[in-house]
């Protein structure tokens, strides 16, 4: 609702009409490579595992993101979830459909939200992407994961948080190749856990990725 009601301005740039303008859409932070194969880290030279991921168990073949987390996405990802303004989420889908290649896979996940988080914020942000990114790939977007733990991240530091996630996930791909969205990639402690409890062949994309940078 609130969407609605609020003079449209670019959070950007502040340009009328739009939430976010083509102009800002196209200048969003890329990732250019070389990446890490695995877990899509810009890297120095091209790696097939990088400092970031090397010696972690990480149970996805491959993570790939539309853009980096900096300030400014930081601020968009924010928008879209905190104040439930949606139709960014529909402009995040769009980012990945211009910048990322269609992975080949079966179907369409999302990470579940935590408990209570759907009631107040009355939508899920991840399902929303997903759904809108299958739509444009051709892809099925089933809900394939429950929580049954490892809520509210926030806060905690990166070996927390993969503690804390390690067992969050039960889920059944009945074999299928999946696409695991999300909006942004921290850790990947959640992608990992998400990925193992699917017990397939799981490529993660997210919206945004945070680098060692930002
Ligand atoms: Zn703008
Ligand atoms: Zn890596």
Same mark, same amino acid.
């Given at each position: 609702?609130?969407?609605?009601?609020?003079?449209?301005?670019?959070?950007?740039?502040?340009?009328?009409?739009?939430?976010?303008?083509?102009?800002?859409?196209?200048?969003?932070?890329?990732?250019?490579?070389?990446?890490? &194969?695995?877990?899509?880290?810009?890297?120095?030279?091209?790696?097939?595992?990088? @400092?970031?991921?090397?010696?972690?168990?990480?149970?996805?073949?491959? &993570?790939?993101?539309?853009?980096?987390?900096?300030?400014?996405? @930081? *601020?968009?990802?924010?928008s879209w979830k905190?104040?439930?303004l949606?139709?960014l989420g529909?402009?995040?889908?769009?980012?990945? =459909?211009?910048?990322?290649?269609?992975?080949?896979?079966?179907? =369409?996940?999302?990470?579940?939200?935590?408990?209570?988080?759907?009631?107040?914020?009355?939508?899920?942000?991840?399902?929303?992407?997903? @759904? &809108?990114?299958?739509?444009?790939?051709?892809?099925?977007?089933?809900?394939?994961?429950?929580?049954?733990?490892?809520? @509210?991240?926030?806060?905690?530091?990166?070996?927390?948080?993969?503690?804390?996630?390690?067992? $969050?996930?039960?889920?059944? $791909?009945?074999?299928? *190749?999946?696409?695991?969205?999300?909006?942004?990639?921290?850790?990947?402690?959640?992608?990992?856990?998400?990925?193992?409890?699917?017990?397939?062949? =799981?490529? =993660?994309?997210?919206?945004?990725?945070?680098?060692?940078?930002?």
């Open positions: 609702m609130l969407d609605l009601l609020l003079p449209r301005r670019c959070i950007v740039c502040g340009a009328p009409r739009t939430l976010l303008c083509g102009g800002c859409r196209n200048g969003l932070p890329r990732l250019t490579p070389p990446l890490c &194969a695995r877990c899509g880290a810009p890297t120095v030279w091209p790696v097939v595992r990088c @400092r970031e991921c090397a010696g972690r168990r990480i149970a996805f073949t491959r &993570a790939r993101s539309a853009t980096e987390y900096d300030a400014s996405v @930081r *601020r968009l990802v924010r905190e104040r439930g949606r139709s529909a402009a995040a889908a769009l980012v990945i =459909v211009e910048r990322l290649p269609p992975p080949d896979a079966d179907v =369409v996940t999302f990470v579940p939200p935590d408990r209570g988080r759907r009631l107040e914020r009355g939508f899920h942000p991840a399902e929303q992407l997903a @759904r &809108a990114v299958a739509a444009a790939w051709g892809l099925p977007c089933e809900s394939l994961l429950a929580r049954i733990g490892g809520s @509210r991240q926030r806060g905690l530091s990166r070996t927390e948080r993969r503690r804390n996630v390690a067992h $969050a996930f039960i889920g059944d $791909a009945g074999g299928r *190749r999946v696409i695991l969205v999300d909006d942004v990639y921290t850790t990947g402690a959640t992608a990992h856990a998400a990925a193992r409890a699917l017990r397939t062949e =799981v490529e =993660v994309v997210t919206f945004a990725r945070a680098t060692r940078t930002s």
